[in-house]
């Protein structure tokens, strides 16, 4: 017969860690299930999260493991589950060793994938010089020579945002053409608009040096923004049956204010359900997820 809990959390980072918390400290019985790649993987440091900025993704992670790991209901298994389903009033997950383990509820904070332009050097600086978040990452490049490389039509709002940090370039791509009033507020906000597709990143990895367009031109710059678009990390969410809406950046998981999914007894908390990425964002949204799993668990769903 396999192990059974009160709640099960697919993802231990921020988002699945803070809603573990939450449940361990109700003392119920938690398992965090956790295949240990989470999406910030490739940052050396974590900024802008309270009382940790600066450190390392995975020594916070680890941290909050350990602290967890501290308290006697609670569980956590390094291991990636391949499928969820319900039978009968439990949820079942079958992990990546064909074991099973059953709950009352779950908790999907399962993260996403980001699917990168396919341009040569991006790769291999993602996290380092290629960044994602100037509120995670911009202070550190702060006055330097920035771009933001479009990846899809609402970029051009990424390219007035960073410009707080540095004077910046907008890299169209040929996929993004600014309405006047956007063309205006890029000129307020002295944005240069660059339409000639970019085709390299230059420099000596882990650094930029400059971007080279299709035209041999090289555009010098110091740290490239992107908006890249995300899939889900997992498919447990549908195939559970959860619904999903769509972002500007791709699907995420539909869940209300207390984070309860389309599915009664399915919470989702973290990047999965939210189309704001953010450490602070993926916590906070972990603690209602938790909380509001004990409250069903008390009061039904």
Same mark, same amino acid.
Request: aromatic residues 6%; contains cysteine.
């Given at each position: ?43 050396? %440091?974590?900024? $802008? ?10 020594? +916070? ?45 779950? +908790? ?48 051009? %709002? ?8 540095? @004077? ?9 053409? @600014? ?67 769509? $972002? ?54």
């Amino acid at each position: 017969m396999s192990a059974h809990f009160d709640v099960i959390v697919v993802g231990g980072s921020f988002a699945g860690l803070s809603a573990a918390m939450q449940l361990a400290r109700a003392r119920r019985r938690v398992l965090v299930l956790d295949d240990r790649r989470p999406r910030n993987r490739f940052a050396p %440091h974590s900024h $802008g999260f309270l009382g940790q900025d600066g450190k390392a993704p995975a020594e +916070i992670i680890g941290e909050a493991t350990a602290q967890l790991a501290a308290y006697p209901t609670a569980r956590i298994v390094v291991r990636e589950a391949g499928k969820a389903e319900r039978i009968g009033d439990r949820f079942v997950v079958t992990q990546s060793d064909g074991t099973t383990l059953s709950a009352d509820r779950l +908790i999907l904070a399962t993260g996403v994938r980001d699917e990168l332009p396919s341009l040569p050097g991006l790769e291999e600086r993602w996290g380092l010089s290629v960044l994602h978040c100037p509120y995670c990452h911009g202070y550190e490049v702060g006055n330097k020579r920035l771009g933001v490389l479009a990846t899809h039509a609402l970029s051009v %709002h990424q390219a007035v945002l960073v410009s707080d940090w540095g @004077p910046t370039t907008w890299f169209t791509q040929g996929i993004a053409q @600014p309405t006047p009033e956007e063309a205006a507020l890029l000129d307020t906000r002295n944005v240069l608009i660059e339409p000639t597709p970019v085709v390299e990143v230059i420099g000596a990895s882990p650094n930029i040096t400059g971007l080279r367009l299709a035209d041999g031109c090289i555009v010098a710059i110091d740290a490239l923004f992107i908006a890249p678009r995300t899939r889900m990390a997992s498919p447990l969410a549908a195939q559970l049956g959860c619904a999903f809406e769509e $972002g500007p950046m791709g699907a995420v998981i539909r869940v209300d204010e207390w984070k309860q999914t389309s599915v009664p007894g399915v919470f989702a908390a973290g990047d999965a359900s939210s189309m704001w990425s953010n450490a602070t964002f993926a916590s906070a949204a972990g603690v209602a997820a938790g909380v509001a799993a004990h409250r069903s668990l008390i009061f039904g769903l």
